[in-house]
């Protein structure tokens, strides 16, 4: 069975720190995908990575799936306060009808 | 813009009633999800579809049935409502084909209370 395990499971920061949130698995994915969802709202979809290896930017979002594809980070540069909401992180199998595994989610407040 | 839409942000129902969730997506996607989230368990995959009058089960489908009659339309029921079914629902859909299989528009959810 695939597991996605995310940590924190909560992160309280100020207004212009960094901060780094992680995705792992001990299985293979062959894409996996970020979302952020605020409060009362469903997940909206920040980006998907493919490539073992590969490094994303958003804005101040960078997104990185580790070499054996089993594994991710999203770190955030001098994070505002509307960051704010959970992080999910979700992998693909490897056949087109596999099920998408989410995480539990980070959930990030940032304070003013 | 992609767009998905559920008839409903909030309901409560009572036990017993049979309850209907309608989830409309405007993208032309051949997938659609239901999933329910509750505090501390996340996201769980009730039943998906792949393509009309078409329905797979997820992880958690007993309670539920869906129905899809139209590839822009898919319906979550549930034929008799418990307080243990009192959830967020979140509808889903995505396209076909490679990573786009897993890259999912979520509508803005249903709050549902069963009483």
């Known amino acids: 069975t695939q597991l996605l395990e995310q940590s924190p499971q909560f992160l309280s920061i100020q207004e212009g720190e960094n901060l780094t949130v992680y995705c792992n698995s001990s299985?293979?994915?062959?894409?996996l995908q970020w979302y952020r969802q605020e409060p009362g709202e469903g997940p909206v979809l920040l980006v998907t990575v493919v490539t073992g290896g590969e490094v994303k930017k958003l804005k101040r979002l960078t997104f990185q799936f580790g070499d054996a594809r089993k594994d991710s980070s999203l770190h955030i540069t001098a994070a505002q306060t509307g960051d704010t909401g959970l992080y999910l992180c979700?992998?693909?199998?490897?056949?087109?009808?596999?099920?998408?595994?989410f995480g539990p989610g980070t959930s990030l407040s940032v304070i003013p | 813009d992609v767009k998905v839409t559920q008839s409903s942000r909030y309901l409560v129902k009572r036990t017993g009633e049979k309850v209907f969730l309608e989830c409309v997506q405007d993208?032309?996607?051949?997938?659609m999800f239901w999933y329910r989230q509750d505090p501390g368990l996340g996201l769980r995959l009730i039943y998906f579809?792949?393509?009309?009058?078409?329905?797979e089960k997820g992880d958690i489908p007993e309670g539920y049935s869906v129905s899809r009659e139209k590839k822009e339309r898919f319906s979550l029921i549930l034929e008799s409502a418990s307080t243990n079914q009192t959830s967020m629902y979140l509808c889903?859909?995505?396209?076909?084909?490679?990573?786009?299989?897993?890259?999912?528009?979520f509508g803005p959810g249903t709050r549902l209370t069963v009483t």
């Open positions: 889903a859909s995505s396209s076909s084909g490679a990573a786009a299989l897993y890259e999912q528009y």
């Open positions: 979700a992998g693909g199998g490897e056949t087109s009808y596999d099920k998408v595994i």
């Open positions: 299985s293979v994915f062959s894409s």
């Open positions: 579809s792949y393509d009309v009058k078409m329905k």
């Open positions: 993208m032309d996607h051949e997938n």
